[in-house]
């Protein structure tokens, strides 16, 4: 095998993408990430001030995706940030509480101002956490609807017992608008 086929057949394509994620405090947004990115859960989580700010590379076939994941805090006096952080995105992930309606409700706002002042061209993904307890408030088939009204991304996970978290990272990578949406941000990274 010549030199060139050794490099072509150790390269992989690197992809950056920008991830807000976005939903009322207590929903497992910093959950959800810590997970994606340490494999961890905390118990007793403390509330994000502002937003945080993690990276977490994904190998998905013949490319890595390094997520750039922003984490808003969900409080109200924080709201008016969260504009700054969802600019540029390629990925807004509304995170809700299945236990908690209002939790939706809110989700459904932060939707509704995302479509109105995000970048046209922005993936929303509607994300149901929590599924492990049993006093669910929102149906699978209510979110499901409404994410197919609006054209969002859907999935429900459990950030506590690690259902369904890699794969919400590894749809939004897979996705064809997202995969066109990242194209002009490629480089060729070569492994030896």
């Known amino acids: 095998m010549s030199q060139k086929e050794t490099l072509a057949k150790d390269s992989l394509v690197i992809k950056q993408a920008k991830l807000v994620f976005l939903g009322e405090s207590s929903v497992g947004k910093s959950s959800i990430i810590l ?3 340490s494999n961890i859960f905390q118990e007793n989580k403390e509330p994000t001030v502002g937003a945080a700010f993690m990276t977490q590379k994904c190998r998905l076939e013949d490319k890595i995706i390094k997520f750039e994941i922003w984490d808003t805090a969900g409080q109200e006096r924080f709201h008016s940030l969260a504009q700054m952080y ?6 807004a992930v509304v995170v809700y509480d299945v236990t908690n309606m209002d939790s939706f409700n809110r989700a459904k706002s932060w939707i509704k101002e995302l ?3 995000a970048n046209s061209n922005i993936i929303i993904a509607l994300l149901g956490n929590k599924i492990d307890l049993s006093r669910r408030q929102v149906s699978t088939e209510i979110a499901k609807n409404y994410a197919l009204e609006f054209g969002l991304l859907f999935y429900e996970i459990s950030a506590r017992k690690d259902h369904g978290i890699r794969e919400v990272f590894t749809k939004i990578g897979t996705n064809t608008l997202f995969e066109n949406l990242i ?9 030896f």
Do not use: D, G, M, S
């Open 86 to 91: 969802y600019r540029n995105a390629h990925v």
């Open 183 to 191: 194209l002009k941000r490629e480089k060729i990274i070569i492994f």
């Open 35 to 37: 997970r994606f990115a």
């Open 115 to 117: 479509n109105n002042q």
